[in-house]
């Protein structure tokens, strides 16, 4: 147990709609990332919080958005929904606000656009 | 552009059946090499950090060394619970952006 812990752990939807998956860091952890993992992109990074700000962005869409609460805990919210938004969206926790490359994932959130 | 490959895609051994996986890395100014393990359905979990060439790391039955364009990952006998994808990852472009490959997905057999 990495205690990242990330809610929901499967959710289907349909297109054009939206979601938000949340994530709860390590306790200590300021730091929050968010990363897509698909079939044909690997583990894509898309977004850094550390301590409610954002720190570093990865190839995230217009689409996508995050942002981290005063409790740390953070959001991840994808709206106007495609099909290739199917993916697993996990969300990693470290302690400070530059990496050390040790990252602790959460077990993921499984989205199915259908 | 900053980039990682690894091969193979796939790896099946045999218990006890010795191996290495491959991580080639392209980065401007590498800040560390890191090694991860993935599990169906899991998380990735850390396994080691490798900063400079000739280093090398172990845990258990796994083995990374680094050079200045790769790093391997040596199996030794291997036993089925090591099943599992490796998966190895870079900094990109400052300490916060770590880009990973795609994977080895190994399978090792009874």
Redesign the interface.
């Given at each position: 147990d990495?205690g990242?812990t990330q809610t929901p752990k499967h959710l289907i939807t349909a297109t054009g709609q939206r979601v938000t998956l949340r994530c709860s860091p390590r306790s200590g952890d300021l730091s929050v990332?968010w990363y897509q993992q698909s079939l044909d992109q690997?583990?894509?990074?898309l977004i850094?919080y550390y301590n409610g700000e954002e720190?570093?962005k990865?190839n995230i869409l217009e689409r996508f958005s995050a942002q981290q609460f005063p409790d740390l805990h953070s959001e991840l919210n994808l709206s106007s929904l495609e099909l290739g938004d199917s993916a697993l969206y996990?969300c990693?926790s470290s302690v400070g606000r530059?990496?050390?490359?040790?990252?602790?994932?959460?077990?993921?959130s499984r989205l199915t656009v259908l | 552009e900053d980039q990682v490959t690894q091969s193979p895609e796939a790896l099946r051994l045999q218990e006890g059946e010795s191996s290495s996986l491959n991580c080639s890395y392209t980065v401007s100014g590498l800040?560390?090499l890191?090694w991860y393990r993935q599990d169906p359905?899991?998380?990735?979990?850390?396994l080691f950090?490798l900063y400079s060439a000739g280093e090398e790391k172990e845990k258990e039955r796994l083995k990374a060394t680094l050079t200045k364009k790769e790093s391997f990952l040596h199996i030794t006998a291997p036993k089925p619970e090591d099943s599992a994808t490796y998966?190895c990852?870079v900094?990109s472009g400052?300490?916060?952006?770590?880009?990973?490959?795609?994977?080895t997905r190994l399978a090792v057999h009874p």
């Open positions: 990495s990242v990332y690997g583990l894509q990074f850094q720190r570093a990865g996990f990693a530059e990496g050390t490359g040790e990252l602790f994932f959460g077990e993921g | 800040r560390g890191f359905g899991k998380g990735p979990e850390f950090t998966l990852a900094f400052g300490y916060n952006k770590l880009i990973f490959g795609a994977g």
